[in-house]
């Protein structure tokens, strides 16, 4: 009976830590986030107008970049977290690189399924199907040496 019930615990701890890596970036450390009002390197400055968004996006994503600009204070305490890539679909870069930010979705009663993902190069991502797909709002700096 003894090596039944092991077999079970390791079993249920598997279980558990497949559910925990499943969780993905929604389970990142609070201190990946900026505190309200804080200022981050890993969090660069979009610089852009919003005049230059592509017609037909949200309100909401313009006071958003508004938001990430001024370095917060951010309605979600989800945003700025680091955002892992594991869809794939933006381009790969070490952790740390990406950090997600809520669009707020009017009527909505949770943060909703839209986000903006910024690179560390200031490259700026839009998805409003959560991570689904992504539209490129604004090209990252190119470092140049």
Do not use: C
Not at 81 to 94: A, D, K, T
Request: charged fraction near 20%; aromatic fraction near 10%; charge should be negative.
């Amino acid at each position: 009976m003894r090596r039944k019930q092991w077999i079970s615990l390791i079993a249920l701890v598997l279980v558990a830590l497949l559910w925990w890596w499943a969780q993905g970036d929604r389970d990142a450390p609070p201190e990946a986030a900026p505190g309200p009002g804080a200022t981050s390197s890993a969090v660069p400055s979009t610089s852009r107008p919003t005049a230059s968004l592509p017609a037909g996006l949200p309100a909401e994503v313009g006071r958003t970049l508004d938001l990430i600009d001024a370095g917060g204070p951010f309605p979600y305490s989800r945003d700025g977290v680091v955002f892992m890539n594991r869809e794939g679909l933006l381009p790969h870069h070490p952790r740390g690189y990406w950090h997600e930010y809520t669009v707020p979705t009017p009527g909505s009663d949770d943060r909703g399924a839209r986000r903006l993902v910024v690179g560390g190069a200031g490259e700026v991502y839009y998805s409003d199907d959560h991570y689904g797909s992504f539209e490129l709002l604004r090209a990252g700096k190119v470092d140049r040496e």
